[in-house]
């Protein structure tokens, strides 16, 4: 770190408003970048501002964690800050986006349900038990990936990539069916 962001954070530690203030006009657009690449396309839904205030409270409250002495930057540590407040903010949201909005995105009005309902049924037939075990619970049973890891006695990572293929393979099958949508995953 350089002399003058060693003094900012030497003044952040001592509570001191001031040095607040001049991080968060050094580093506001900064912060706000890397929150918007993460947060892109859920605008209408987050605060974007309110998670940028968020970034900058987290490191005024967690001002005595810093160590200089790691090295790295100042840029560096509230560019991993701002990473991580938005990732959570993210994750907190997947649990508010419905199946339908997450895997089919916005299909056409003409659909009805029960021509819907047979689409879908018929697409998850075609999965392994396995992968459309786990959509069923994730999406309709709205388990936890770490419920489910548990459950089935799986390091949580190999859940999440069997997720993810599960969606991926879902996805195909719709697309193949003439059912396309813009990738609203995780």
Same mark, same amino acid.
């Given at each position: 770190?350089?002399?003058?962001?060693?003094?900012?954070?030497?003044?952040?530690?001592?509570?001191? !408003?001031?040095?607040?203030?001049?991080?968060?006009?050094?580093?506001?657009?900064?912060?706000?970048?890397?929150?918007?690449?993460? &947060?892109?396309?859920?605008? %209408?839904?987050?605060?974007?501002?309110?998670?940028?205030?968020?970034? *900058? *409270?987290?490191?005024?409250?967690?001002?005595?964690?810093?160590?200089?002495?790691?090295?790295?930057?100042?840029?560096?540590?509230?560019?991993?800050?701002?990473?991580?407040?938005?990732?959570?903010?993210?994750?907190? &949201?997947?649990?508010?986006?419905? /199946?339908? +909005?997450?895997?089919?995105?916005?299909?056409?009005?003409?659909?009805? !349900?029960?021509? /819907?309902?047979?689409?879908?049924?018929?697409?998850?037939?075609?999965?392994?038990? +396995? %992968?459309?075990?786990?959509?069923?619970?994730?999406?309709? !049973?709205? &388990?936890?990936? !770490?419920?489910?890891?548990?459950?089935?006695?799986?390091?949580?990572?190999?859940?999440?990539?069997?997720?993810?293929?599960?969606?991926?393979? *879902?996805?195909?099958? &719709?697309? +193949?069916?003439?059912?396309?949508?813009?990738?609203?995953?995780?």
């Amino acid at each position: 770190m350089n002399d003058k962001e060693l003094e900012l954070i030497r003044r952040l530690k001592k509570k001191d !408003q001031e040095a607040l203030e001049e991080i968060i006009r050094l580093f506001h657009q900064y912060a706000a970048a890397i929150t918007s690449r993460i &947060l892109y396309g859920q605008a %209408d839904r987050i605060d974007m501002q309110g998670v940028i205030n968020d970034v *900058f *409270f987290r490191l005024w409250e967690h001002a005595d964690s810093i160590d200089p002495e790691k090295g790295g930057s100042l840029k560096s540590y509230i560019g991993a800050l701002a990473r991580n407040t938005a990732i959570a903010e993210k994750k907190k &949201l997947r649990n508010t986006v419905s /199946l339908e +909005e997450d895997i089919f995105g916005n299909l056409p009005d003409q659909f009805h !349900q029960a021509e /819907l309902r047979s689409v879908i049924l018929s697409a998850l037939k075609e999965l392994k038990p +396995e %992968d459309r075990l786990i959509l069923l619970k994730y999406y309709f !049973q709205e &388990l936890t990936l !770490q419920q489910i890891a548990d459950e089935w006695r799986l390091p949580l990572p190999t859940v999440k990539s069997r997720l993810q293929r599960s969606r991926k393979k *879902f996805k195909t099958i &719709l697309e +193949e069916r003439g059912f396309s949508y813009e990738d609203h995953l995780l």
